[in-house]
C-alpha cells in the first residue's frame, strides 16, 4: 500500500554490494512505513517467503542500518533458468495496451536505401538500439510498427536478418503512395492544423509574412501540444511545439 512502490526497493548493482545483498529497502522508507524503521515479524515473514511465477526465489534477510536487505537464492534461481525458466523471469509485471510507431533514421533512403558496406558503426547502433527498445514494448503488451519499411530482397534487409533482427519489408515494387495521399488529407482537415496567420501571431520580425508564404506553397503543421492538451494524452514533451505535415509520412 506504499504510494511510491518504485522507491521501497532498490536493486542493488555494486559489485561490492552484492557480496551480501541483492535487493535493499532503505532505512529512510523503513522510517517512514514502520514506527522507527521496526519491520515487524509477519512482514518480514511474508518478504522472505514469497513464492511464485517469476520471483526470484529469497535465500535470506535481515535489517541493517542501511535498512532491510535481502539476498537471492542464487543457485536456485541459475538452477531454473538452466532449466529454462527463462520465460518466467522475463514476464513484465503488468500488461499495456496501446501502440508504439519507432523512426529509425539510419535507414531511410538518402536518396537510395542503405547497404550493409553504407552503414557506418554509429547508424548501426541506431538501428540495434530501436530494435531492442521494440522488444521491450512489446513485452509491456504495446503494439509496435517501425519506420521504414524496407524493400524485401534488399541487401541490408538481408543482413539484419542475419543479425536476428526482424524489420518490416515489403516487395521492391511496393509504393506507399496511397496510404501517404490519405495522411496528407487527414492532417489537412485536421482540427490541430496551424493557419499561416496563427503562426505568424506567434513569430516576430516579419515571420507570418514567411509563415503565410510557406502555408501557400502546400506546407502544414500540426500543434502537438494542443493534441496533447484536448486529447487527454500522457507523456507530452514540452519542448515539442510544432510538427510540420511532411514529417509524419
Keep these: 500500500m506504499f504510494p511510491e512502490p518504485e522507491k521501497l526497493w532498490f536493486k542493488e548493482s555494486s559489485a561490492k554490494n552484492l557480496r551480501n545483498r541483492d535487493f535493499l529497502s532503505p532505512s529512510t522508507m523503513l522510517n517512514t512505513l514502520y514506527a522507527g524503521g521496526k519491520v ?32 537471492v537464492d542464487r543457485v536456485a534461481s541459475f538452477r531454473a533458468v538452466l532449466a529454462g525458466g527463462t520465460t518466467e523471469y522475463l514476464k513484465p509485471s503488468s500488461q499495456m495496451e496501446g501502440c508504439v510507431v519507432l523512426n529509425c533514421p539510419a535507414l531511410h533512403p538518402k536518396p537510395n536505401t542503405p547497404t550493409p558496406d553504407t552503414l557506418s558503426l554509429g547508424q548501426l547502433r541506431t538501428i540495434l538500439l530501436a530494435n531492442h527498445i521494440g522488444t521491450l514494448f512489446r513485452r509491456k503488451g504495446f503494439e ?54 496563427e503562426r505568424g501571431r506567434r513569430t516576430s520580425g516579419g515571420g507570418g509574412r514567411k509563415a503565410v508564404e510557406e502555408e501557400n506553397e502546400g506546407g502544414l503543421r500540426i500543434n502537438l501540444k494542443q493534441v496533447f492538451q484536448e486529447e487527454g494524452l500522457l507523456g507530452y514533451d514540452p519542448t515539442l511545439g510544432t510538427c510540420k505535415g511532411k514529417a509524419w509520412i
Design 40 to 71: 515487524p515479524p509477519a512482514v518480514m515473514s511474508r518478504v522472505l517467503s514469497l513464492r511464485g511465477s517469476g520471483v526470484l526465489p529469497v535465500a535470506g534477510g535481515e535489517v541493517m542500518g542501511e535498512g532491510l536487505r535481502l539476498r
Design 144 to 197: 509496435v510498427y517501425f519506420c521504414p519499411t524496407l524493400p524485401e530482397d534488399s541487401d541490408v534487409a538481408t543482413f539484419l536478418q542475419a543479425l536476428g533482427i526482424d524489420w518490416p519489408t515489403a516487395p521492391a515494387n511496393w509504393t506507399n503512395d496511397e496510404r501517404e495521399e490519405k495522411i496528407q488529407k487527414a492532417l489537412e482537415n485536421s482540427p490541430y492544423r496551424e493557419k499561416g496567420t
